[in-house]
């Protein structure tokens, strides 16, 4: 099999305006963090980082064309992502490229446009404890992590989350509040697997912790396209040939005729 | 609308075996306090009940036949149901009955057939607090209740609760424990809708509680036959004359044959 | 149950552009038509239309207030529509405003606003025979049509259909072609519910066709929203109060804890 | 990866009763053919075969051990199988091995016990051309083959199937006679995928057909437990020591508690 080619896209905003928590809990950003995560977790993978500064949000058409899997992470700057930018991905993610969307990048402008509602939660910074239980244990995202995943010190996300029902529900959790999250979702849009799992904060250490970091390697090789697949966007097909045509009546045994 | 008629069914054993406990808490039986909260939250709505010990589980042909939704709570005697009835159950639900399973009847018989999994599920009988989120604020048989319902007093279930991927989650319980559980979960069978509904003991007055009792209303409403719906079980059939013809063929424009 | 309030929509160009062909197959219009089919199958229903050219494509606030179930039809000038009246219906649906999508409709701003996928298919228009059969005979969608329905001239449409995986399929059609469609399929989106259904087209009188006349009218009729529903968008719950707390805790019964 | 292990499970009925006809379309028999079609498009893979005749229906605890995806074929004998052997194909489903399930094997015992429902369908043996159209483009059960699959020569299956709605829609087929059908459906029950696919029958070479020969291959692949599944049936847990305790209680940030 061909190497994996991941782009692990960050917002990058916190790193700059909140550089002192940020030097705290991740001192190489949260983007590299969870790059260096996925290369530790995966063989054969080739993971780069592109952030919203850069020109196109490092998202060229070059960089897109060799991306098979990306992640996004954002937050404070939602709107500040160029829609022109958020259509070539959605783009991409029809003709089969991955997409796993992290956390806060349940406000982003490409996964309010793939899911088609508002995507709101309830949400509060107290430090509670989550609970990830997996509720589909045979799924190769579910894979090597334990039942569940404890994360001691995270942001609580509850219900009504207002996605789409989920394609597959792999992760449910609860938090010391006694809220509880569809935590790890998935949907397929065109020819492209959409993975959301919302482990993870700018003000935690979450992406650090062995169990998320595995869940999130598990994630970009589920996501990964087939490598035949073709990378084309469906699209109108106008005025095919029939399929069906006389020959085939004709070859319709007699007798069983209306 | 003509009258819904509603069988609630109870295994009747602790009410024997545990009698003390029970006169505390379902003095009038389990079943018979369903039962009571059916007849206070619906409108024009014929409720019986029927238990293990009754001749046919009180589940003859005249009553199956006057029966648009059937509700089932056993616990300690699954085994003891015959299996000639759980087949009439089962083709009446293929045949459009409407079937509420409740809390520890993910072990029936009834519902381990229609599901074809194992059904089983994490327990602690620890008198933890459940919270019950609606994570389908639209459906109906969320209507009337808070967000969360909050149950003091509850036995723990939770995941991995071995089913198949509901058709439709409307609710997710946590527990103090931090447990989760899909305490809402509905499928179709044949013509016939399923509602499984965790919450409810015999050791807890959870079946007292209004909120667990407008559920259990909604669901059955929800779970009730189209009024026309001919209650016939799906079947074979063989050889039915083709819908498509040479006429069809002929009546094609000219020129778009491959 | 209060008056269900239905507004068809209509773009109205192919009834100005092609006056001809529509003076002999729909004298008074596709929108008109359909309105006329809803009203006679309906009881206690109040129909309106609205079209591409009245001001704000007659969906003002007021109209769209006074909305239950919306339906549209487009096909010529999708790219018309404006964007801001397209993010009011998107909002309405999210709060629980039905909407019935047809046929050309399957390219529509709003139809692929709430789906996320490019909504593309195969064609051709050779006056072929559709024969659309039920995948859910129980669904109040399919109730009181014939299994299949059969449809005289009609445009072909043939998968693949790039949508999200309906919530719940009901129909499914084929052509003279042998081509195959997914006709009849649902979605929710927030609070609201999505049928999209595929027959009808400007060039055949398949609006008249008593079983579509009826099939519009089943899904108008559960499109509609709950009575009870209230009509917010669903949205972000900031910091709300935990609903487990130390008093949960305390009441747990000792010797269980880890 | 280690080599997959398949078992294809045949009735050799039609092949010993039918033996004329039999010898001109399957002279290998049908179980043969597949398992030859099987080797020829799969790496890395044992096949072995199995039949109704052998003790224990050949298999035996050591055979379904060395088994990772299991394929059934039955027709004229489904009340042959035993009840006993059926339970532990059934075990070892939900325990993670796959089950493809084909053509009439949609009346077989086992897939029965899997979906809860009648599996009922209309069909009609009059030579039709069946045309096989993929739902899911993207899916690794739909790759390397045509869109559409033709198949001159078939027995019509059509609609209503009544199978609980599939996890997964991958091929939708059309008969000569304007029928439809679910031919491709994906399941999981418990950690087990069940694949059904219903093109093949005795007095057709179906099994001959190099698409149907690919998607029986990628049928298998896809159906594969993952490598490091433990092979568990699931189960009950009974009196798991709670994952949240006070510790985590006192860790929430003070002042935000209700």
Request: aromatic share 8%.
């Amino acid at each position: 099999m061909s190497q994996l080619r991941v782009t692990v896209w960050g917002e990058n905003v916190h790193e700059q305006r909140d550089a002192e928590m940020m030097q705290r809990i991740y001192p190489d950003s949260m983007h590299e963090t969870i790059a260096a995560g996925l290369r530790k977790n995966l063989d054969d993978v080739e993971v780069r980082t592109a952030t919203l500064q850069d020109p196109e949000h490092g998202l060229t058409d070059e960089v897109l064309d060799a991306t098979d899997v990306l992640t996004w992470w954002g937050h404070a700057a939602h709107a500040d992502v160029s829609d022109e930018i958020v259509d070539k991905v959605h783009q991409r993610v029809l003709a089969g490229m991955g997409l796993l969307v992290l956390h806060s990048g349940h406000f982003s402008k490409i996964f309010i446009k793939l899911m088609g509602t508002s995507c709101s939660l309830q949400w509060r910074d107290s430090n509670d404890t989550e609970n990830v239980w997996t509720v589909r244990p045979d799924h190769p995202i579910a894979e090597g992590v334990p039942h569940p995943i404890r994360i001691e010190g995270q942001e609580m996300y509850g219900e009504y989350f207002d996605i789409p029902q989920p394609d597959e529900l792999i992760f449910v959790s609860s938090f010391t509040g006694g809220e509880v999250f569809r935590s790890g979702c998935t949907w397929r849009r065109g020819k492209g697997k959409v993975f959301y799992f919302s482990p993870g904060d700018q003000a935690y250490p979450v992406y650090h912790h062995p169990d998320v970091q595995r869940v999130l390697a598990n994630g970009v090789r589920w996501a990964a396209p087939s490598v035949s697949g073709n990378r084309e966007v469906p699209g109108i097909v106008a005025k095919p040939a029939p399929r069906l045509t006389t020959d085939d009546f004709e070859r319709v045994r007699p007798g069983v005729q209306g």
